[in-house]
DNA sequence: CTTATTATACTCAACTAGAGCATAATAAGG
DNA sequence: CCTTATTATGCTCTAGTTGAGTATAATAAG
């Protein structure tokens, strides 16, 4: 605390031997497909530097977000920063501050974007797709490998804790999937070194790793921590909305929360919540190819936004 | 998105004109009053500047802070880092990157913090404290301006819009009062030219500003922040109990809680949410200094929190 | 005209949250 | 001792929310 103590600043070049980086993890959801954003065949999140000219962060993210895909961001919301010695091994000299967001966009892919930018999002996390029943790779291959690391710890403290900690996550012995865990899961994962970059970092230990895509540094972590956001948000605010075009049934809404939170929902319910919430309004026109019975098609109620508390898609 | 477009990076020189200022929200409520650590005489939260020895951002902080306090942090929150060009005035050549934290204590003061440096906090925002009713500024100083604001738009959209958000943030024209919206009552006062950090941002505009104690720069906009986000973290996790002492009575937890929150709670919900969520546990002595019938001692349980999903104290 | 598929309306039971009533256990003042 | 004030603690009632199911409507394909 400079103002309280009589530590002296470091000198100008010290102090300015830092960097920053603004990391984006863009998200679509074009016919309900949980889609992000990547770079170098799916390895890498887009990034690039915060450069002086940017008025601020959010807008220099916005800028560049919108320049390189051509197509605007709704919602941008800040995750996390860090700056971790072990994470930017690329710059021992200096220290790089990472500026992590989420962005929501309703448009997939322009010309901008070359083909296989856009991502489903469970290529990188195969286990979080429950929309079809618990993924066959949970039971059959995370758990056991779970048990087994559990099984290695020294103490039987610890063996209890680190399964009760994976139950927890994962969902197994009685208790239940909570999909907002996103990054819970992913860490515990690679505590365990069961994914690339643990067995990167740490040398060493060529586990077997559990399927699903790796990328380049703490790349993953950071979507496991936009897809956990996304997962939390969507419970308190219309954020999906952002995702959506401006007509739609209520089908392909509920479709599109299904794809973000990776589980299935009550359709009757599903669309009480809507509303009665009054988060849509009619548009008066029908939807022919549901391929059954005719859907109304609705749009998004933009003046929920200031009018009540202001709910989610719970 | 330096991997996908062909923009070159800038020079080291530019690139790193930029360095890193952590700033600290640390909070305790000792007897249920809500707390937070300030310095130069209660106008700035205390910060210090990114070292490049700190193994991590939040390792950095933490170890100022329990160097400056003398005591240990129990919970530490990233709350937003922002970089906005006309915040730094200071600093036109390069850029500062202020990463501010919400951190929880549970011991007040000790030798090393000067006195007065802890302060509470509704000296900063008197408007936030409804645990004896809405405050009398509310309605007499703070609405009739935000409606003289409201009138003065030139759009009658505008005048619609203004005056629906201030009654949604503070509560008037049946709206009700939510206690999580700190942020956003905060920056409406700003907006409207309603505290002193806007008059001196924007020069001119002497307007009479509410009540309630100004600080650097944005340092109240960050505070608000950090109470937003306590008051929106202690219902679904239980942060409560890092400001509490080892043991305490039920009350106490209670009025801790309606500290923080700044409204009350009905006392036997109260106690039935705590006590249904296992948060808690019976020490087996009493307290006697209740000045009425004793109450048990209770002591939180550590073990929720690698329980059930884990709950908080809504 | 039957089957498959989707849309939409309604019901029911379990649980949750807000509010109040009632009683217990102490201290202080007469 | 007895009354009053104060806090602790147990219990009930009601309204609202949520999860799950039943029933019916409207379309396309065969």
Redesign the interface.
Same mark, same amino acid.
């Given at each position: 605390?400079?103002?309280?103590?009589g530590?002296t600043?470091?000198s100008a070049a010290?102090?300015? $031997?830092?960097? $920053?980086d603004l990391i $984006?993890v863009l998200v679509a959801a074009p016919n309900g497909n949980p889609v992000v954003l990547t770079?170098?065949d799916g390895s890498?999140l =887009?990034? &690039? =530097? +915060?450069?002086?000219i940017?008025?601020?962060?959010q807008s220099g993210l916005r800028n560049?977000?919108e320049?390189?895909t051509g197509h605007p961001v709704g919602y941008i919301e800040?995750l996390?920063? +860090? $700056?971790?010695?072990d994470r930017s091994s690329d710059e021992p000299a200096?220290?790089v501050?990472s500026?992590s967001y989420l962005g929501l966009t309703r448009e997939e892919p322009s010309h901008r974007?070359?083909p296989g930018?856009w991502r489903n999002w469970y290529e990188f996390f195969p286990w979080e797709d429950h929309r079809e029943g618990a993924p066959e790779i949970i039971g059959d291959i995370i758990v056991p490998r779970l048990r087994q690391w559990a099984d290695e710890a020294e103490q039987q403290d610890e063996r209890q804790?680190r399964l009760?900690?994976a139950a &927890?996550a994962f969902g197994f012995d009685d208790r239940?999937w909570?999909e907002e865990m996103v990054l819970q899961r992913y860490e515990l994962l690679y505590e365990a070194g069961l994914v690339e970059e643990a067995v990167r970092a740490r040398g060493a230990k060529v586990a077997a790793t559990v399927p699903g895509r790796a990328m380049t540094g703490d790349h993953r972590r950071i979507l496991a921590t936009g897809i956990g956001r996304l997962r939390t948000k969507i419970k308190y605010r219309p954020v999906v909305f952002e995702l959506m075009q401006p007509s739609f049934t209520l089908l392909q809404l509920q479709r599109a929360v299904e794809a973000l939170a990776g589980v299935t929902v009550h359709k009757q319910n599903f669309r009480r919540l809507i509303e009665q919430q009054d988060l849509v309004e009619e548009t008066g026109e029908m939807s022919a190819d549901t391929g059954g019975r005719p859907a109304k098609l609705f749009r998004f109620r933009h003046s929920v936004l200031?009018d009540? =508390?202001a709910a989610g898609t719970k």
């Amino acid at each position: 605390m400079r103002d309280t103590s009589g530590v002296t600043r470091e000198s100008a070049a010290e102090r300015h $031997a830092i960097s $920053a980086d603004l990391i $984006a993890v863009l998200v679509a959801a074009p016919n309900g497909n949980p889609v992000v954003l990547t770079v170098k065949d799916g390895s890498a999140l =887009p990034s &690039g =530097p +915060f450069e002086l000219i940017h008025r601020s962060l959010q807008s220099g993210l916005r800028n560049w977000v919108e320049q390189q895909t051509g197509h605007p961001v709704g919602y941008i919301e800040q995750l996390y920063t +860090f $700056a971790d010695r072990d994470r930017s091994s690329d710059e021992p000299a200096g220290r790089v501050i990472s500026i992590s967001y989420l962005g929501l966009t309703r448009e997939e892919p322009s010309h901008r974007t070359p083909p296989g930018s856009w991502r489903n999002w469970y290529e990188f996390f195969p286990w979080e797709d429950h929309r079809e029943g618990a993924p066959e790779i949970i039971g059959d291959i995370i758990v056991p490998r779970l048990r087994q690391w559990a099984d290695e710890a020294e103490q039987q403290d610890e063996r209890q804790n680190r399964l009760r900690r994976a139950a &927890g996550a994962f969902g197994f012995d009685d208790r239940h999937w909570n999909e907002e865990m996103v990054l819970q899961r992913y860490e515990l994962l690679y505590e365990a070194g069961l994914v690339e970059e643990a067995v990167r970092a740490r040398g060493a230990k060529v586990a077997a790793t559990v399927p699903g895509r790796a990328m380049t540094g703490d790349h993953r972590r950071i979507l496991a921590t936009g897809i956990g956001r996304l997962r939390t948000k969507i419970k308190y605010r219309p954020v999906v909305f952002e995702l959506m075009q401006p007509s739609f049934t209520l089908l392909q809404l509920q479709r599109a929360v299904e794809a973000l939170a990776g589980v299935t929902v009550h359709k009757q319910n599903f669309r009480r919540l809507i509303e009665q919430q009054d988060l849509v309004e009619e548009t008066g026109e029908m939807s022919a190819d549901t391929g059954g019975r005719p859907a109304k098609l609705f749009r998004f109620r933009h003046s929920v936004l200031d009018d009540r =508390p202001a709910a989610g898609t719970k």
